[in-house]
């Protein structure tokens, strides 16, 4: 540091720039554990000579503490120079270090500052190449780069973050929401995810963002038991208002957490305040951090596993974990990423992955989860594959935990009724009070679907030139209480009945709407009829004839 400062103090004299690299051995702690302190300190004094053979005359290499290295380069006359330095010093660190006849490899993260004496403290310039060393070291290692404002911004806000997050749980800041994980057919409540919300006096931060920042400042800890007991609460609450018929209750924990020596005593402390049912829980792990250390993590997932709650492996597809040691791991659920779901209906691969993975799964008796559903498609086609539980938007979204119990709730008493009410059908038609575009009628759409959905109503909406024409299939008197929400909604025009009555089967097994445009079968896969077309028949004209309609309508249950 005493370096440094005269080093700055002689740039405010020549006018000249100062560098300085932070440089922080990847996976160094790794090589120490587990090839011994002897090879540990071999790799430094190698790395130390590395670094000064890629130096001029005049910079300093430095050691700052255990891995890390500072180079300080005086005089810079083109500091954008700096990053062949850099690059050269992550070429050299890539090079093996023999030990006793073996290979020991190790990478470096390097960040770079640039200064002058005029304008820049010899503290700014550590930070600075601290700050930028650390976001290496978070686009994953191996590299460099240089300190930037942006980064900074960053830096200050991942401070606010870890700061905030100290003392989130004394001043009541986090809160929960449940996502429903249903049943892959006929999509019931099996379960729910616990999600963790946080909402610190600035505005609301996304998980995404704070639990990486808490797995890294250990605050996931806390935060961890705090998230435990929770979950357990809900599942005491659950199981004593339904019984065993109550949803099970998923949780994410960090890897981080298994590390803390005291995990187990805690984890069981909490279940017997609680009376929760351990194996009614399931303990969600992603497969990258698992995958990263077994043997640590084997042995507390085993004494978890002894507890008797259960384990799933989240985000699965993501990370790289070998079979065997899939089988070694006391797993029960495999968690299929939404990466690949949502890529089911775009590429073979996804296709492929999903469907290799469920094979997987099954052959080593593990339940199947996928996650991130948000369409009837994709629904579908995992349903084909033979997945056991779905977990996405297209269900439910994450919901706080009063609306999770109603949303329960109705869905036991349907099925309670399902079979005695009888089912009841109405088809109306309607126009368009004005015209409605694309992403408005997918909007409508995605919120009418989840209304639907909850009543127990299925049917089809068409919407063709502006009208409408729709068949609703329920209990007579939601479909009744609809009718009258729809006749009401401004949206619809010379609303009329075509026809209603009892039903002896649903044709739909779910609600959907169609678009069509007749007129222009442009890009559509319909033949070309232009030439054949005498007029377009309204449907309030088609109306006059209900066995159309419902021939019409009824046609498009199908394709679904
Ligand atoms: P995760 O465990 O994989 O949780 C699923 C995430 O996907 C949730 O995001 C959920 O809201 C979102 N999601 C569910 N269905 C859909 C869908 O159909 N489409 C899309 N686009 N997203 C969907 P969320 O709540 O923002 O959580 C993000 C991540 O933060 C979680 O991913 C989990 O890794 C972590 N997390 C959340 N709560 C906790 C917690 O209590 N402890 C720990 N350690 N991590 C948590
Ligand atoms: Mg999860
Ligand atoms: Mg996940």
């Not at 890390?68 to 005089?75: A, K, M």
């Not at 191996?142 to 980064?151: A, H, P, T, V």
């Not at 099970?248 to 929760?276: C, H, K, M, W």
Request: proline residues 3%.
């Amino acid at each position: 540091r005493g370096r440094l400062r005269h080093a700055l103090q002689r740039s405010r004299r020549s006018g000249l720039s100062v560098s300085l690299l932070f440089v922080d051995l990847d996976g160094f702690k790794l090589i120490n554990d587990s090839h011994g302190h002897e090879a540990g300190d071999e790799m430094l004094k190698a790395v130390a000579a590395r670094l000064i053979e890629q130096v001029r005359p005049g910079d300093t290499v430095g050691r700052l503490a255990g891995d890390e290295f500072v180079v300080l380069c005086d005089q810079v006359e083109q500091p954008l120079g700096m990053s062949v330095l850099a690059a050269r010093i992550n070429d050299v660190l890539r090079q093996p270090i023999v030990f006793k006849g073996v290979d020991l490899f190790v990478t470096g993260s390097i960040g770079v500052a640039i200064g002058n004496g005029s304008t820049h403290s010899a503290d700014d310039l550590l930070r600075y190449a601290d700050t930028a060393m650390y976001a290496v070291k978070e686009s994953g290692r191996d590299g460099w780069q240089f300190f930037s404002e942006s980064l900074q911004e960053q830096a200050q806000q991942r401070l606010a973050i870890t700061n905030g997050l100290r003392l989130a749980i004394e001043r009541n800041e986090f809160s929960v929401r449940f996502q429903p994980i249903v049943t892959a057919e006929p999509g019931r409540i099996a379960g729910a995810e616990l999600l963790l919300r946080w909402k610190p006096a600035s505005g609301e931060i996304s998980p995404a963002v704070f639990i990486p920042i808490a797995e890294m400042t250990g605050a996931i800890v806390q935060i961890g038991l705090w998230v435990f007991r929770e979950a357990c609460r809900a599942e005491a609450e659950w199981r004593h208002r339904w019984g065993h018929e109550a949803p099970y209750v998923s949780v994410n924990v960090s890897a981080r957490q298994l590390n803390d020596a005291s995990l187990v005593e805690e984890f069981s402390a909490i279940l017997q305040e609680t009376g929760a049912d351990p194996s009614r829980l399931l303990l969600e792990i992603t497969e990258t951090s698992l995958m990263a250390d077994v043997e640590t993590n084997l042995r507390i997932l085993r004494r978890l596993a002894d507890l008797g709650l259960r384990v799933a492996v989240d985000d699965f597809g993501t990370g790289y974990s070998s079979l065997a040691q899939l089988t070694r791991l006391p797993v029960n659920v495999l968690k299929i990423d939404r990466a690949f779901v949502d890529g089911i209906e775009k590429n073979e691969e996804s296709r492929t992955i999903v469907r290799a993975v469920m094979g997987i799964g099954r052959s080593l008796g593990l339940k199947l989860v996928a996650e991130g559903v948000e369409t009837g498609a994709q629904h579908r086609e995992l349903c084909t594959y033979g997945c056991d539980l779905i977990q996405g938007y297209y269900f439910h979204r994450p919901l706080e935990e009063q609306l999770f119990c109603e949303t329960f709730e109705r869905e036991r008493g349907e099925q309670a009724g399902e079979s005695s009410a009888p089912l009841y059908f109405l088809i109306y038609v309607s126009r368009c009070n004005r015209p409605m575009k694309q992403d408005e009628l997918i909007e409508m759409l995605n919120t009418i679907r989840q209304h639907n959905r909850l009543n127990g109503i299925s049917g089809c909406l068409i919407h063709q030139d502006g009208e409408f024409m729709q068949l609703l299939e329920g209990k007579q008197q939601v479909v009744h209480a609809l009718r009258d929400r729809i006749r009401a909604d401004q949206r619809h025009e010379d609303f009329r009945v075509i026809a209603e009555g009892p039903l002896q089967q649903r044709v739909f097994n779910d609600w959907g709407m169609v678009l069509r445009h007749v007129g222009d079968s442009e890009g559509s896969k319909q033949p070309d009829f232009s030439a054949w077309q005498k007029r377009k028949i309204p449907f309030a004209e088609l109306a006059d004839d209900p066995r159309l309609c419902y021939a019409y309508i009824t046609a498009h249950a199908v394709q679904g």
